[in-house]
Protein backbone atom coordinates (compact mmCIF):
# COMPACT_ATOMS: atom_id res chain seq x y z
CA UNK A 1 0.00 0.00 0.00
CA UNK A 2 1.23 3.15 -1.21
CA UNK A 3 -0.08 5.54 1.41
CA UNK A 4 1.10 3.54 4.20
CA UNK A 5 5.18 3.04 3.00
CA UNK A 6 5.02 7.01 2.46
CA UNK A 7 3.82 7.48 6.11
CA UNK A 8 6.20 4.73 7.28
CA UNK A 9 8.82 7.55 6.15
CA UNK A 10 7.87 9.26 9.21
CA UNK A 11 6.44 6.95 11.93
CA UNK A 12 6.50 3.41 12.65
CA UNK A 13 3.89 0.57 12.10
CA UNK A 14 2.89 0.84 15.68
CA UNK A 15 2.28 4.65 15.10
CA UNK A 16 0.91 3.99 11.87
CA UNK A 17 -1.94 1.50 13.04
CA UNK A 18 -2.76 3.93 16.23
CA UNK A 19 -3.11 7.24 13.73
CA UNK A 20 -4.86 5.37 10.67
CA UNK A 21 -6.97 2.57 11.81
CA UNK A 22 -7.42 2.91 15.67
CA UNK A 23 -7.43 7.00 14.85
CA UNK A 24 -5.54 7.07 18.20
CA UNK A 25 -4.07 10.90 17.24
CA UNK A 26 -2.88 11.52 21.29
CA UNK A 27 -0.69 8.96 21.76
CA UNK A 28 2.24 11.05 23.44
CA UNK A 29 5.59 8.99 22.17
CA UNK A 30 3.97 8.84 18.69
CA UNK A 31 3.13 12.15 18.58
CA UNK A 32 6.93 13.08 19.59
CA UNK A 33 8.38 10.90 17.29
CA UNK A 34 6.75 11.64 14.38
CA UNK A 35 7.10 15.63 15.27
CA UNK A 36 10.88 14.60 15.47
CA UNK A 37 10.70 12.71 11.99
CA UNK A 38 8.79 15.63 10.20
CA UNK A 39 11.06 18.63 12.22
CA UNK A 40 14.33 16.34 10.62
CA UNK A 41 13.21 16.01 6.84
CA UNK A 42 11.84 19.88 7.18
CA UNK A 43 15.61 20.90 8.04
CA UNK A 44 17.57 18.70 5.95
CA UNK A 45 15.28 20.46 3.23
CA UNK A 46 16.08 23.73 4.53
CA UNK A 47 19.71 22.70 4.38
CA UNK A 48 19.46 22.16 1.00
CA UNK A 49 19.02 26.41 0.09
CA UNK A 50 20.80 27.42 3.64
CA UNK A 51 23.88 28.93 2.84
CA UNK A 52 22.33 29.81 -1.39
CA UNK A 53 21.62 33.51 -0.04
CA UNK A 54 25.22 33.76 1.41
CA UNK A 55 26.82 32.61 -1.52
CA UNK A 56 24.68 34.88 -4.11
CA UNK A 57 25.17 37.53 -1.83
CA UNK A 58 29.00 37.11 -2.25
CA UNK A 59 29.03 36.61 -6.08
CA UNK A 60 26.65 39.96 -6.23
CA UNK A 61 28.99 42.13 -4.68
CA UNK A 62 31.64 40.27 -6.60
CA UNK A 63 33.71 40.21 -2.76
CA UNK A 64 33.54 37.74 -0.04
CA UNK A 65 34.67 40.61 2.34
CA UNK A 66 33.67 39.80 6.03
CA UNK A 67 33.52 35.79 5.56
CA UNK A 68 36.21 34.18 7.52
CA UNK A 69 37.60 31.44 6.00
CA UNK A 70 39.19 30.16 9.30
CA UNK A 71 35.96 30.17 10.55
CA UNK A 72 34.51 28.37 7.56
CA UNK A 73 37.34 25.50 7.71
CA UNK A 74 36.05 24.89 11.76
CA UNK A 75 32.76 24.78 10.20
CA UNK A 76 33.19 22.66 7.74
CA UNK A 77 35.66 20.53 10.37
CA UNK A 78 32.06 20.05 12.54
CA UNK A 79 29.83 19.61 9.70
CA UNK A 80 32.63 16.81 8.11
CA UNK A 81 32.58 14.61 11.36
CA UNK A 82 28.84 15.40 12.22
CA UNK A 83 27.59 13.85 9.06
CA UNK A 84 30.91 11.08 9.50
CA UNK A 85 30.26 9.92 12.64
CA UNK A 86 26.37 10.07 12.36
CA UNK A 87 26.78 7.69 9.14
CA UNK A 88 29.20 4.98 10.43
CA UNK A 89 26.24 5.33 14.08
CA UNK A 90 23.64 4.32 10.96
CA UNK A 91 21.81 7.26 12.52
CA UNK A 92 18.60 8.05 10.26
CA UNK A 93 19.22 10.48 7.26
CA UNK A 94 16.44 13.13 9.20
CA UNK A 95 18.94 13.64 12.08
CA UNK A 96 22.40 14.25 9.86
CA UNK A 97 20.88 14.89 6.08
CA UNK A 98 21.53 18.70 6.86
CA UNK A 99 25.44 18.46 7.36
CA UNK A 100 25.95 16.77 4.24
CA UNK A 101 24.13 19.65 1.85
CA UNK A 102 25.74 22.46 4.53
CA UNK A 103 29.38 20.60 3.39
CA UNK A 104 28.63 21.32 -0.34
CA UNK A 105 27.76 24.68 -0.09
CA UNK A 106 30.49 25.57 2.70
CA UNK A 107 32.90 24.09 0.16
CA UNK A 108 31.57 26.02 -2.62
CA UNK A 109 31.49 29.26 -0.40
CA UNK A 110 35.29 28.16 0.67
CA UNK A 111 36.35 28.38 -3.10
CA UNK A 112 34.71 31.96 -3.86
CA UNK A 113 36.78 33.50 -0.75
CA UNK A 114 39.82 32.00 -2.67
CA UNK A 115 38.32 33.06 -5.84
CA UNK A 116 37.60 36.32 -4.92
CA UNK A 117 40.84 37.20 -3.34
CA UNK A 118 42.53 36.17 -6.39
CA UNK A 119 43.66 32.39 -5.42
CA UNK A 120 41.93 30.65 -7.66
CA UNK A 121 44.16 27.59 -8.05
CA UNK A 122 44.50 28.12 -4.41
CA UNK A 123 40.61 27.29 -4.12
CA UNK A 124 40.97 24.46 -6.49
CA UNK A 125 43.17 22.29 -4.31
CA UNK A 126 41.35 22.85 -1.38
CA UNK A 127 38.23 21.23 -2.91
CA UNK A 128 40.19 18.25 -3.47
CA UNK A 129 42.01 18.33 -0.91
CA UNK A 130 38.87 18.27 1.10
CA UNK A 131 37.45 15.65 -1.26
CA UNK A 132 40.19 12.85 -0.09
CA UNK A 133 39.24 14.20 3.37
CA UNK A 134 35.33 13.11 3.15
CA UNK A 135 35.90 9.82 1.12
CA UNK A 136 38.41 9.10 4.26
CA UNK A 137 36.01 9.55 6.86
CA UNK A 138 32.78 8.58 5.22
CA UNK A 139 33.62 6.04 3.10
CA UNK A 140 34.12 3.56 6.34
CA UNK A 141 37.55 3.31 6.61
CA UNK A 142 38.25 5.33 9.52
CA UNK A 143 37.11 3.20 12.69
CA UNK A 144 34.10 4.39 15.01
CA UNK A 145 36.25 5.45 17.70
CA UNK A 146 38.10 7.87 15.87
CA UNK A 147 35.18 9.25 14.32
CA UNK A 148 34.06 9.73 18.02
CA UNK A 149 36.82 11.04 18.83
CA UNK A 150 37.07 13.89 16.06
CA UNK A 151 32.62 14.35 17.09
CA UNK A 152 34.07 15.17 20.58
CA UNK A 153 36.42 17.96 19.11
CA UNK A 154 33.50 19.09 17.40
CA UNK A 155 32.65 21.77 19.91
CA UNK A 156 35.13 23.43 20.41
CA UNK A 157 35.67 23.32 17.14
CA UNK A 158 32.15 25.21 16.72
CA UNK A 159 32.83 27.71 19.32
CA UNK A 160 36.30 28.76 18.15
CA UNK A 161 34.59 29.04 14.08
CA UNK A 162 31.71 31.24 15.42
CA UNK A 163 34.13 33.24 18.16
CA UNK A 164 36.43 34.18 14.83
CA UNK A 165 33.67 35.38 13.26
CA UNK A 166 32.34 37.46 15.81
CA UNK A 167 35.70 38.67 16.79
CA UNK A 168 36.47 39.53 12.62
CA UNK A 169 32.65 41.03 12.94
CA UNK A 170 33.93 43.13 16.31
CA UNK A 171 37.24 44.54 14.64
CA UNK A 172 35.53 45.34 11.09
CA UNK A 173 32.60 47.10 12.64
CA UNK A 174 30.00 45.63 10.40
CA UNK A 175 29.07 41.92 9.51
CA UNK A 176 30.65 42.27 5.29
CA UNK A 177 28.98 39.89 3.46
CA UNK A 178 27.24 37.40 5.66
CA UNK A 179 23.62 36.95 4.82
CA UNK A 180 20.95 37.63 7.72
CA UNK A 181 19.02 35.10 5.99
CA UNK A 182 21.64 32.20 6.09
CA UNK A 183 22.79 33.31 9.87
CA UNK A 184 19.05 32.85 11.12
CA UNK A 185 18.28 29.50 9.18
CA UNK A 186 20.85 28.14 10.72
CA UNK A 187 20.38 29.50 14.06
CA UNK A 188 16.83 28.21 14.16
CA UNK A 189 18.24 25.13 12.75
CA UNK A 190 20.08 24.52 15.39
CA UNK A 191 17.69 24.80 18.02
CA UNK A 192 15.52 22.02 16.10
CA UNK A 193 18.05 20.01 16.38
CA UNK A 194 18.13 20.09 20.06
CA UNK A 195 14.49 18.59 19.95
CA UNK A 196 15.29 15.84 16.73
CA UNK A 197 18.55 14.66 18.40
CA UNK A 198 17.26 13.91 21.67
CA UNK A 199 13.87 12.19 20.39
CA UNK A 200 15.71 10.61 17.29
CA UNK A 201 19.62 9.69 18.82
CA UNK A 202 19.48 10.10 22.18
CA UNK A 203 23.78 10.65 21.17
CA UNK A 204 25.00 12.85 24.23
CA UNK A 205 27.61 14.33 21.73
CA UNK A 206 25.66 15.41 19.21
CA UNK A 207 23.00 16.88 21.20
CA UNK A 208 25.28 18.79 23.62
CA UNK A 209 26.87 20.18 19.84
CA UNK A 210 23.64 21.49 18.65
CA UNK A 211 23.06 23.15 22.01
CA UNK A 212 26.81 25.09 21.45
CA UNK A 213 26.12 25.38 18.22
CA UNK A 214 22.36 27.40 18.68
CA UNK A 215 24.80 29.73 21.38
CA UNK A 216 26.82 31.01 18.82
CA UNK A 217 24.62 31.04 15.80
CA UNK A 218 22.30 33.15 18.07
CA UNK A 219 26.11 35.34 18.98
CA UNK A 220 26.21 35.72 15.34
CA UNK A 221 22.60 36.83 14.74
CA UNK A 222 22.94 39.25 17.45
CA UNK A 223 25.70 41.53 15.65
CA UNK A 224 24.10 41.35 11.85
CA UNK A 225 21.21 42.89 14.29
CA UNK A 226 23.55 44.91 16.14
CA UNK A 227 25.70 46.39 13.07
CA UNK A 228 22.41 46.27 10.73
CA UNK A 229 23.04 49.75 9.12
CA UNK A 230 27.04 49.78 9.57
CA UNK A 231 29.18 49.28 5.92
CA UNK A 232 32.88 49.05 5.61
CA UNK A 233 32.71 52.43 3.59
CA UNK A 234 31.19 54.19 7.26
CA UNK A 235 33.91 52.18 9.14
CA UNK A 236 36.87 53.66 7.08
CA UNK A 237 34.86 56.85 7.41
Same mark, same amino acid.
Given at each position: ????? *?????? !?? %? ?16 ? /? &?????? #? ?14 ? *? ?16 ? #????? &? ?8 ? $? ?19 ? =???? =? ?18 ? =?????? !? ?5 ? @? ?9 ? $???? /????? $???? @? ?26 ? =?? %? ?8 ? @???? !????? *? ?13 ? %??? %?
Amino acid at each position: MLFKQ *IMNVFM !SD %ECYHLYFVDFNFFDGPCF /S &AVLSKL #LGYAIVLGAVLVKVPQ *IQKIVSAGSALGVSFFAL #LLELY &AVTSMFSYSL $AREFPFSTWGDSFFLLIQNVI =IGFL =IQYYNGKTATGAVFIGMLAI =IVYVLA !SGLTPLR @YLATLQAANMP $AVVV /SKLVQ $AFDN @YKNGHTGQLSVITVFLLFNGSLARIFTS =IQ %ETGDNLIILN @YVVS !SICNG *IIGLQILWYWNATPK %EKA %E
